[in-house]
């Protein structure tokens, strides 16, 4: 029903979209929603929507935002989602399997585990469905502290989730089907050695050692020029490897 990967949509049980246009009412919404049953202060809101100054009405403007958003969400009342007063806050019931970001995350750590557990298959199609899940930066039209600490913490755990995803796959077989992806990743994680070192095996399992190695002279030179340092010793080992024909 509430989806925050990309830009925020709600939905009904019957899957009618509800719309919540008022941006302060949207980012009240996300702050509740990234605080599942926990109750978030007035003051707190507050300062998410007025954080350079309070106006003279800002918590009486708070007060009608919450009633109106209220009113919106109210047909979601049978579902189990519920706003309500508590002491000098709010709360927000919704039920786990009605928010993308939690599911998301339950995905990601079954998977995780899966890996960890040495079961590559389910850890494959675990993280396979948090991918999927994942339609863009959380709610990237909604600009306030608490969105913004938690879109950068689930872009993060985003990466990790693709890089394991493909550590999954290589160790049912090298694909070619994954290099692709990988250089993806690299592309837009130029310093993230250890998707490097993931692209370096899938080149070199799939007998394109050539490409492997240009792979290698690509991640050096980045590091070089643009941090000032070598690869990592492991990195440089498979390096080796590599250049040698050994068995990855």
């Not at 899957?15 to 509740?32: D, E, N, S």
């Not at 999954?168 to 089907?177: C, I, K, Q, T, Y």
């Not at 440089?236 to 990855?248: E, F, M, P, V, Y």
Request: proline share 5%; charged share 25%.
């Amino acid at each position: 029903m509430f989806q925050l990967l990309g830009r925020m949509a709600v939905v009904d049980g019957g899957g009618r979209a509800i719309h919540v246009r008022a941006a302060k009412q949207q980012a009240i919404l996300a702050v509740l929603m990234l605080r599942p049953g926990g109750v978030v202060s007035v003051d707190r809101l507050m300062t998410e929507l007025w954080p350079e100054e309070l106006p003279a009405t800002a918590r009486a403007s708070l007060q009608t935002y919450v009633y109106r958003l209220r009113r919106t969400l109210a047909p979601l009342a049978a579902n189990g989602v519920d706003l309500t007063t508590f002491g000098n806050g709010y709360t927000l019931t919704v039920p786990d399997r009605a928010v993308d970001v939690r599911a998301f995350e339950r995905c990601f750590v079954r998977g995780s585990a899966a890996l960890t557990a040495g079961s590559p298959v389910r850890a494959a199609e675990l993280l396979r469905e948090a991918l999927d899940m994942w339609h863009g930066p959380l709610a990237p039209e909604i600009d306030v502290e608490t969105v913004r600490r938690e879109r950068r913490r689930l872009d993060a755990l985003h990466v990790t989730a693709s890089e394991l995803w493909v550590e999954a796959e290589l160790r049912l077989g090298p694909h070619n089907w994954v290099i692709p992806e990988l250089e993806r990743l690299v592309e837009a994680h130029p310093f993230r050695e250890s998707l490097w070192e993931l692209l370096l095996r899938a080149l070199a399992g799939r007998g394109r050692r050539a490409e492997a190695l240009d792979a290698y002279r690509r991640m050096r030179d980045i590091l070089s020029t643009e941090l000032g340092i070598e690869p990592a010793d492991h990195l440089r080992r498979r390096h080796q490897d590599i250049l040698r024909g050994a068995s990855l």
